[in-house]
């Protein structure tokens, strides 16, 4: 049985409870007719035994069982049901525990992810809110005031329009019923086409490119359109996190199993020893202090390449060094 099970008669001593009730305190089983009190020390449990006893009546509560390790806090369900006898009365209880934990943990993330994109959107929104009210305080603002102001406010509503795309495409990638329109990727026209676009950014910012792709492995079974959107993620890393001047290299290789590797290297600001490691979850920005807030994203970028990744049953991978640049490395499996 998966719950905990627990019978105790009226006087709080244990009749029988399954091994999944002893796994869940840590315990080791007790004979019955010990009181529950000597058995498990837990004051919740008790007080909702006590009660249910006392009142005749059904209880349910939460409970919280802080564990050795750290992160290994477990959260139950607890429901307690008298038994009732109709000469003696409560003849006893009956209580079932169910593992929470789970629910907890992703009732958590669904929360951080909304305060998170609350927050995000606030800043765009009171800076639009703040300039259109000085626009409404002063009409005759001076053509030229007019003009910066105007500018400001496209800007962030531009950024409003990304941060809204980024969150649809992430539910999309989520949602069980989008499916992946797979195809045979040519890799050199796909990298050919990524390049052109992104051509414009590239000479703005004197940045070298560089496609190093071996004939071998010419072609990947994928949803084009996605690939091409964790290239442009990458790229856009790679342009924002580099140097004037600097050098990019896009590659692609034949792992050991069966596997593709598609990479952007950069020899950019590189990423943190600490920050590397999270680099990949949603909203996280490395090293927010010295990002300037021109080019500041909204860390969505690397979580919808890692989402895409995983939907083609592939990974992503980061290398890094401070001042030295950074590859990110996406690895799909082959085609069969
Ligand atoms: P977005 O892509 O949503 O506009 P973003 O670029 O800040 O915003 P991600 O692409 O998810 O977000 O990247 C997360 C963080 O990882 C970035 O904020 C940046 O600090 C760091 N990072 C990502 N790629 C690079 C890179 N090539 N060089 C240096 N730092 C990088
Ligand atoms: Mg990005």
Redesign the pocket.
């Known amino acids: 049985m998966h719950d905990g099970l627990l019978v105790v008669d009226a006087g709080g001593r244990v009749v029988v409870a399954n091994e999944t009730f002893w796994k869940l305190f840590s315990l080791r089983e007790v004979s019955g007719g010990t009181p529950l009190l000597d058995a498990v020390r837990n004051a919740e449990l008790h007080q909702l035994i006590t009660e249910t006893l006392r009142k005749g009546e059904p209880r349910q509560s939460e409970l919280a069982l802080t564990g050795a390790q750290k992160n290994s806090e477990r959260w139950l369900q607890v429901s307690a049901v008298p038994m009732k006898d109709d000469k003696i009365g409560t003849d006893g209880a009956v209580v079932l525990l169910h593992d929470i934990t789970e629910l907890k943990r992703v009732n958590e993330i669904r929360s951080d992810f909304v305060a998170n994109v609350s927050h995000e959107l606030r800043t765009p929104l009171s800076i639009l809110r703040g300039y259109i009210e000085t626009l409404l305080d002063n009409p005759k603002t001076s053509p030229k005031e007019l003009a910066r102001i105007l500018e400001v406010m496209e800007r962030h509503s531009k950024r409003l329009g ?1 941060l809204v795309d ?1 969150l649809l495409t992430l539910a999309q990638l989520e949602s069980a019923n989008s499916n992946l329109q797979l195809s045979e990727v040519n890799l050199s026209e796909l990298f050919g086409k990524v390049v052109r676009d992104w051509e414009k950014k590239l000479v703005e910012k004197r940045l070298k490119v560089m496609v190093d792709l071996p004939a071998t492995v010419a072609i990947v079974r994928a949803d084009e359109t996605r690939l091409q959107e964790v290239l442009y ?1 990458l790229l ?3 342009v ?2 580099s140097h004037e001047n600097g050098e990019i290299r896009l590659h692609a290789e034949q792992g050991d199993d069966d596997e593709i590797a598609l990479s952007v290297s ?1 020899s ?4 943190g020893k600490n ?1 590397l490691p999270r ?1 990949f979850e949603r909203f ?4 927010k202090a010295r ?1 300037p807030e021109s080019i ?8 919808i390449v890692k989402h895409i990744a995983q939907r083609h049953g592939g990974r992503v991978e980061a290398e ?1 060094e401070l001042g030295r640049g ?1 590859t ?1 490395r996406v690895i799909l499996p082959m085609a069969r």
């Open positions: 990304l980024d993620n856009d890393n790679a924002k996190y950069d950019g600001v590189g990423i920050d680099i996280y920005r490395a090293d990002t500041r994203g909204t860390g969505l970028g690397l979580s890094s950074t990110i």
